[in-house]
């Protein structure tokens, strides 16, 4: 199978798709926050028409290049002038161990320092989701403290430090 992926915007339509994984409680095993409610495709639309309204955020959608499938989510939350917050996850779980977040990551990343021009992304990485751990360290993220409140890790990467060129497919 074809792992090369592309990211475009998230759009209202795309809640058709997410609302399943927001109510697939493997996948958010290993995150901060999980839904506590059952999710329907109505909510799903109104929670992302709220998102995608704020300045602070910029949310993609990882696609599959082959056939355009819609496999995942990558955003940067909380930027400002210098940093963000980077969050991921694949929803589509055949997928997953293929090397998609990886390049998803290497491509938000990319986008993060060259077109936003931040010194720094940051994440938070629940030490169990071993698999996510590794790929931040392939990506250059390096340790920079622990969250005392969930026992996550955080872990940062600077624009000097960022190593990859330009992405073969991206935004």
């Known amino acids: 199978m074809n792992t090369f992926i592309y990211l475009r915007p998230l759009k209202l339509a795309d809640a058709k798709i997410s609302y399943r994984w927001r109510n697939d409680p ?21 929670w992302l028409s709220s998102k995608l309204k704020r300045a ?7 696609c599959l290049l082959d056939n355009n499938q819609y496999v995942g989510n990558v955003q940067l939350l909380e930027i400002d002038y210098e940093k963000a917050w ?4 694949i929803g589509e779980k055949e997928l997953w161990g293929l090397g998609i977040s990886q390049k998803a990551t290497e491509i938000i990343l990319y986008y993060a320092f060259s077109e936003l021009g931040l010194s720094y992304v940051q994440l938070s990485v629940s030490p169990l989701n071993r698999a996510a751990y590794r790929v931040y360290e392939k990506t250059g993220f390096s340790l920079s403290g622990k969250d005392e409140t969930n026992g996550f890790l955080e872990m940062k990467i600077s624009k000097d430090t960022f190593s990859h060129k330009h992405p073969s497919f991206g935004l």
């Open 56 to 62: 602070d955020e910029k949310r993609f959608a990882i």
């Open 86 to 89: 980077l969050h991921i996850f």
């Open 26 to 46: 493997e996948i958010w095993k290993y995150t901060g926050s999980k839904p506590n409610q059952y999710i329907s495709p109505e909510l799903e639309t109104a």
